[in-house]
């Protein structure tokens, strides 16, 4: 195994060091022979860990695959992320979780860990075989429909009470159906001037009151996928108070982009839940640095060109993201660089008892890290992107910071900005 030495790179944007990385951990010792990276001016952090991604295999292999997701993932600097259980057929059994988590680790690009869904088919009305997951293989621990609300609350019940024996984590895709058919965007000024159906923030919002009750009430962990409005990080904050065993995501796009970008009709910027006002996002960013949101978590959400490209209302919702992640933070954080490895890394690998990531980039950890390039400026090229897919927001938009290299257990994945393999 190839030993390497990073010259003079900067630990989370402080002291400059030399860092070895020696059979897959980091080391104060470089051997003789030793691959030299030149890492002046760049900064290393933790691999960032995705708690919410769509990798689409099995069955939509022509919008992604593990392996595609995978590469694109180690480019956008992650080292681990959780694949959503919206797949066809539905991850719900040992089998398909097991099949992913396989196809992962054949990928070698990330740490792939699947999540199991909640109910049979994603279809809300039975509970999957959550115990069969989690004694898998795949060691399933987070589970969700998501793409789907598990809206009937005595299912949720029972799914908070039923993964409380292990520990386990139920991650709600919060949207209360009844008030989002036929929604096509957020509900305002905006929906109303352009005559779209509107998706309104009370619907999530209601569903994060009633989650954080019933969790609560059985003492179980819930996640809240994707919050996107400023109203529930005002329910968050309440149950976080009370003690609730509550944390919560954000994705990129909500951090950055507002519902105005609808006007275009453009189906790139159709997303669930919708990207919303511009005082939603400035509460979403207050909440991810105070800590009312926990994590930054993409919910990359690739799809064939067909799927996206017709009109806005048939079109599917959802972006692609990993690898404009880690830019689209920093253009809105800064180079805060302790505060994205938490948001990040180390919180989401906390969350999810993932072990050897989102560890101190210390002497004897798993050389699990990323390094950037904070002075590099990208317009960013749907082409470009390793993902099989291109619905990014952003193409032609220049956003900051490179990542140069990636490094999972002390492989490369990503060298000079290029996947390894
Ligand atoms: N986030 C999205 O806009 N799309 C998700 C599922 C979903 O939440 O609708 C997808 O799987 O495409």
Not at 187 to 196: A, D, F, I, K, Y
Not at 332 to 340: K, P
Not at 357 to 370: F, I, K, W
Request: charged share 25%.
């Amino acid at each position: 195994m190839t030993s390497y030495l990073l010259r003079g790179v900067s630990l989370l944007g402080a002291e400059l060091r030399d860092v070895a990385i020696v059979d897959g951990r980091i080391s104060d010792n470089a051997p003789a022979d030793a691959e030299i990276i030149d890492a002046a001016g760049l900064v290393a952090l933790p691999g960032l860990v995705d708690l919410h991604t769509h990798l689409r295999e099995p069955g939509r292999e022509d919008a992604e695959t593990v392996e595609t997701g995978s590469r694109s993932a180690a480019l956008g600097g992650y080292t681990a992320v959780f694949a959503m259980a919206n797949t066809s057929p539905v991850a719900d059994t040992a089998g398909v979780v097991e099949q992913v988590w396989r196809l992962g680790r054949e990928a070698g690009l990330v740490d792939v860990q699947p999540i199991g869904a909640v109910t049979v088919g994603l279809a809300g009305k039975q509970l999957a075989e959550l115990g069969a997951m989690a004694t898998s293989a795949a060691n399933v621990r987070i589970f969700s429909d998501d793409g789907h609300c598990v809206a009937d609350p005595r299912l949720m019940r029972r799914a908070l009470e039923y993964v409380k024996a292990f520990d386990g984590i139920i991650a709600q895709h919060a949207e209360e159906p009844r008030l989002t058919e036929g929604a096509q965007m957020h509900e305002g000024e905006v929906s109303t001037r352009l005559g779209l159906t509107g998706w309104p923030a009370v619907a999530e919002e209601a569903i994060i009151a009633r989650d954080v009750l019933l969790a609560e009430h059985v003492g179980s962990r819930l996640h809240v996928c994707h919050v996107s409005t400023a109203g529930s990080v005002e329910v968050l904050r309440q149950a976080k108070a009370r003690g609730v065993r509550v944390t919560a995501e954000v994705t990129p796009h909500h951090l950055l982009l507002t519902d105005e970008l609808a006007a275009s009709y453009d189906p790139v910027y159709k997303v669930n839940p919708p990207l919303r006002t511009a005082s939603d996002v400035e509460a979403l960013r207050a909440a991810l640095v105070e800590g009312v949101i926990d994590i930054v978590a993409t919910d990359h959400a690739p799809h064939a060109v067909e799927d996206k490209e017709c009109e806005w209302a048939y079109a599917r919702p959802g972006m692609v993201g990993l690898e404009t992640a880690l830019p689209v933070v920093l253009s809105v954080l800064g180079e805060r660089w302790d505060l994205i490895a938490e948001r990040m890394s180390r919180t989401p690998a906390r969350i999810a008892g993932l072990t050897g990531h989102g560890t101190d980039l210390a002497v004897g950890e798993p050389a699990n890290l990323t390094l950037v390039d904070p002075s590099a400026r990208r317009v960013v090229d749907p082409s470009e992107l390793a993902s099989r897919s291109r619905n990014t927001p952003y193409a032609g938009t220049t956003l900051p910071g490179r990542i140069v290299a990636t490094f999972l257990r002390g492989e490369p994945t990503v060298l000079d900005g290029k996947a390894v393999k």
